[in-house]
Nanobody, 124 residues
Framework: QVQLVESGGGLVQAGGSLRLSCAASGRTFSTYAMGWFRQAPGKEREFVAAISRSGGSTSYADSVKGRFTISRDNAKNTVYLQMNSLKPEDTAVYYC?????????????????WGQGTQVTVSS
């Protein structure tokens, strides 16, 4: 089992930046592929970014490509989501997810471990 705790959310103006962190505890972090998802009010949970166990492979939703960067530090048991050029439509609860695999990808149903979420609000 792995436990995930997100942090770093908050209120930011459009064009600003935030860095989300997801700290993992439990089983060896480096054996888990990681992902970030988000859910806005009244909408389904959507994929944001994913990263492989080693960090060598990443994937992004088209809506965030070029603005967001996912990374991980296996020595610190942490995955990050650097969010730049934020837009009001990025407003959502952001969730960290993990699964015991080299790569999981974009499907939220494929992740079996989830954090509690952190709110990101972007004002116009």
């Amino acid at each position: 089992q792995v436990q995930l705790v997100e942090s770093g959310g908050g209120l930011v103006q459009a064009g600003g930046s935030l860095r989300l962190s997801c700290a993992a505890s439990g089983r060896t972090f480096s054996t888990y592929a990681m992902g970030w998802f988000r859910q806005a009010p009244g909408k389904e949970r959507e994929f944001v970014a994913a990263i492989s166990r080693s960090g060598g492979s990443t994937s992004y939703a088209d809506s965030v490509k070029g603005r967001f960067t996912i990374s991980r530090d296996n020595a610190k048991n942490t995955v990050y989501l650097q969010m730049n050029s934020l837009k009001p439509e990025d407003t959502a609860v952001y969730y960290c997810a993990a699964d015991y695999a080299n790569w999981v990808g974009t499907r939220h149903a494929s992740y079996h471990h989830w954090g509690q979420g952190t709110q990101v609000t972007v004002s116009s």
